[in-house]
């Protein structure tokens, strides 16, 4: 389960490149960085839906982590939970957008997560959900933002 919460919370970050480009393109979001915020608000959301085409879009064909392996990894990772019949209810506790290099956005924040048992993702109380550690890193390809980086750790 440890694993299936990491899985999910590194969609969480992929969902947010996707929602970055569509807050940008449809709302004129003022800046990069409010969109990424209210991009991982809409991921939250998201993950409850199970919609696994809105994820993988959204990640950079050179996707690379330590922790969650390349693109192809990840794809497996999430179409195993969403096939398992697995939301997840995800709320974020802090987190801070930091600009990088050649234009690039960092997401780093604390997050809560849970998968729901048989009663659903509204029976979850917040004693169930685990912390974990996400740092996302984002760059614009094309006009499109895409996760190129990401990093789950569970708080210890």
């Known amino acids: 389960m440890r694993r299936s919460v990491a899985i999910a919370l590194a969609v969480v970050m992929v969902l947010a490149a996707g929602i970055v480009t569509f807050a940008l393109r449809s709302r004129g979001a003022t800046s990069p960085e409010e969109a990424v915020r209210a991009a ?6 998201g993950l409850s839906e199970k919609d696994a085409s809105r994820v993988m879009e959204a990640v950079s064909e050179t996707f690379r982590s330590q922790t969650l392996g390349d693109r192809t990894e990840l794809r497996r990772m999430v179409l195993g939970l969403f096939m398992r019949g697995g939301g997840l209810k995800v709320v974020t506790l802090q987190a801070e957008v930091l600009p990088e290099e050649a234009g690039r956005l960092r997401w780093r924040g604390r997050v809560a997560a849970a998968q729901p048992g048989g009663g659903g993702l509204s029976t979850l109380t917040d004693a169930e959900l685990r912390q974990f550690h996400v740092d996302a890193l984002f760059a614009d390809e094309h ?5 190129v980086e990401a990093t789950v750790t569970p708080v210890e």
């Open 143 to 147: 006009g499109h933002w895409r996760v």
């Open 40 to 45: 991982v608000q809409q991921m939250e959301q």
